[in-house]
């Protein structure tokens, strides 16, 4: 791997975790508008509402990567641009496909990542997070209630 290679994603890491958070944040944050309503007022425990939200927030994971890889690549390729980094790379004799790819590999990498927590993390998750809502459904009978019905 060259150095180039290596400047680029070191470059795309750092907003890569950062926006990955945020747009997780902002799915959650939605998650608990819908929520909300059901949540307050029923009885439940702190912890049981964690642990619905942490299942959920397994479900929620593929939608928030590809916009955390859109951003973070537009971030890199951003930041490399203002500091003059990609001009140089450019007048360097180096084409835009050869210093695209090492952010192309890495997105091949995560879009594995993601394949593979798609296919044996959410399945698991989605199946705990309705048994929760079930077992909830049937020690909390008023968690089906719903107010102004």
Partial sequence: MKKLDILIVKAFVGPFVAT???TLLVLVMQFF???IDDFVGKGLSTGIILEFTWYQMAALVPLALPLAVLLSSLMTFGNLSESFELVAIKSAGISLL???RPLF???LFLCFLAFLFA???MP???LKSKTLLGDIYITKPAFELKEGV
């Fill in 119 to 121: 296919n044996y993390v």
């Fill in 124 to 126: 698991v998750a989605v």
């Fill in 98 to 100: 050869r210093f695209m």
């Fill in 105 to 107: 590999i890495v997105s």
């Fill in 20 to 22: 990955f958070f945020i």
């Fill in 33 to 35: 508008w819908l929520w």
